[in-house]
């Protein structure tokens, strides 16, 4: 019941999911393939990864908006499992074992653990990726590609970093691929103005497909009347080109199960499923508070779904995937509704490997980029900066500080820091049991009595947030706040939210000296 306002069915939404699903489908291309290659992987094998995770993984997963596919952050892992186990098969069959170790995780209920990490730590990780989206594509938007389109650690194989990187680039612009670039962000720009949104026509039709399709177009008028500002390969989007069923099964790579003796596939397996899981439960968690209906993700669920996901991607040749952040905000941005947007971009890669190659190798990166940036602005501003701020120095420095550590290390490593500040914050108040729970049974309905203790800080969240989710229909429910001193900022929000939506459970919430705190909108 808890999210039946928000399901109006699949075909209801289809006006909109089919666009959102092909914005996304352009935007995974090319980071599938630049994530295959940086990864020491067949250039397919990405391809092949993104195709599970839209058409398989989308279904499973009780996420309505998230996309799950080949990961940026996973590059070094798997770059590091080829090198140990020496051959691609064999580490095919670690990323099988790795699905198989998700799927026990799933229903061994691990992904509570996604419940602990604190808001400010999920926004900071919002903000940080948008930052990270700006800077890496300003050299693609210039037409400089020596680093692949999927790079997102601060520091790069080639020995630069995020910020030489762009110095380098504007010595190395590429002229037609950066009118291309400028002229697809001014379409961009333009579409998301008030004006242009309240045109039928214009919010039907995303602005990124116009983009895409746009900038073939220019660069064909550039090749035919101006050949010396023509776009060239180098930075086009590079398809490998099927021309048959043989050559599809020439691309494909399956896993060596001569390997099971081998102790490092093991090794390999466990931090692929470690890493990988984590990741993706701090994916869900900020797709949710993208959404615009704010949905719930059911964290064992997703779990067992990308279990699932990298057991098919490692039989099918794919390395591994997550949930991805990146896709997910393309897909929000998009106006993307339901799972159904996820599942046409996988729809649309497995036709681009069939049919689409020589068409989408004509589609300029530096349109890509363009697309990128925006998503980018719209993860990171200002706005969420300043709103953070009026939250108080509690929310406000861990917040920053997951900002900068991911910005000048990886997704994980940053999360991790920042969430080592939020602990810091709430280790200063004294831990105590977070509520006291009572019943009485009535003979129309329950009164559930809920007192809060004197500190309630974001480790008692889930706790709370599970009790909540628990309550039983038809009852009524008070949550007091009389005894208590200090009130976490993420427990108010929980609170907040279930009083917004325990109508639809027939459940009538009395809150008592609780505090009410601003809820942020990230849509």
Not at 94 to 120: D, H, R, T
Request: proline letters at 4%; one cysteine or more; a neutral charge.
């Amino acid at each position: 019941m808890k999210n039946a306002v928000y399901k109006p069915g699949y075909l209801a939404t289809l006006g909109k999911d089919i666009p959102a699903g092909l914005v996304v489908f352009l935007v995974a291309l090319p980071l599938c393939l630049g994530i295959s290659l940086a990864s020491g992987a067949p250039l397919l094998a990405g391809v092949v990864t993104g195709i599970v995770g839209g058409l398989v993984v989308s279904w499973l997963s009780g996420s309505h908006l998230s996309v799950s596919g080949p990961a940026a952050g996973l590059t070094v892992i798997v770059l590091n499992g080829i090198e140990t186990l020496q051959t691609y098969e064999a580490f095919l069959l670690a990323v099988v074992l790795a699905g198989v170790l998700q799927l026990v995780l799933g229903f061994l209920k691990a992904g509570v653990i996604g419940l602990y990490f604190p808001s400010s730590v999920i926004r900071g990780m919002l903000a940080a990726i948008g930052l990270i989206l700006i800077l890496k594509q300003i050299p693609h938007f210039m037409g400089a590609d020596d680093d692949f389109f999927g790079e997102m650690n601060f520091f790069q194989p080639d020995g630069r970093n995020t910020f030489s990187e762009i110095i380098h680039a504007f010595g190395a612009i590429n002229l037609g691929a950066l009118i291309i670039g400028v002229l697809s962000l001014a379409v961009l720009l333009l579409w998301d103005t008030p004006a242009m949104k309240k045109i039928k026509l214009f919010k039907l039709v995303p602005g990124a497909l116009v983009v895409v399709i746009g900038s073939v177009g220019v660069n064909y008028l550039f090749l035919n009347f101006m050949p010396e500002l023509a776009v060239t390969s180098t930075h086009l989007v590079s398809l490998p080109q099927i021309g048959s069923m043989q050559d599809l099964g020439n691309e494909l790579r399956f896993p060596d199960l001569s390997q099971f003796a081998n102790p490092s596939l093991y090794v390999v397996a466990f931090t692929i499923a470690i890493i990988a899981s984590l990741e993706t439960l701090l994916s869900v968690e900020a797709v949710d508070k993208l959404d615009p209906h704010k949905r719930r993700t059911p964290n064992n669920r997703e779990l067992k779904a990308q279990g699932v996901g990298n057991i098919l991607a490692g039989m099918l040749g794919g390395i591994p995937m997550t949930a991805v952040i990146v896709r997910s905000s393309a897909n929000i941005a998009a106006g993307g509704q339901s799972k159904m947007s996820a599942f046409v971009h996988g729809v649309f890669l497995l036709l681009s490997v069939l049919f689409l190659a020589g068409f989408l190798n004509q589609v300029p990166l530096s349109a890509l980029a363009a697309v990128l940036l925006m998503v980018g602005y719209k993860l990171t501003k200002p706005t969420l900066f300043k709103n953070q701020f009026k939250l108080g120095h509690e929310q406000f420095i861990p917040f920053v500080v997951t900002v900068l550590a991911i910005l000048f290390t990886d997704l994980l490593v940053g999360i991790l820091i920042g969430l080592a500040v939020g602990v810091f914050f709430i280790l200063k108040a004294n831990y105590k049991s977070p509520y006291f729970y009572h019943k009485e049974e009535q003979r129309d309905k329950d009164i559930i009595r809920i007192k809060l203790s004197e500190h309630v800080s974001f480790l008692n969240k889930a706790s709370i947030v599970l009790t909540l989710e628990h309550l039983p229909g038809n009852s009524h429910v008070i949550i007091d706040g009389e005894n208590s001193e200090y009130i976490d900022y993420d427990v108010l929000e929980a609170i907040q939210e279930f009083k917004k939506t325990a109508h639809e459970r027939n459940i009538f919430v009395e809150i008592l000296n609780v505090k009410e705190v601003p809820v942020l909108d990230m849509h």
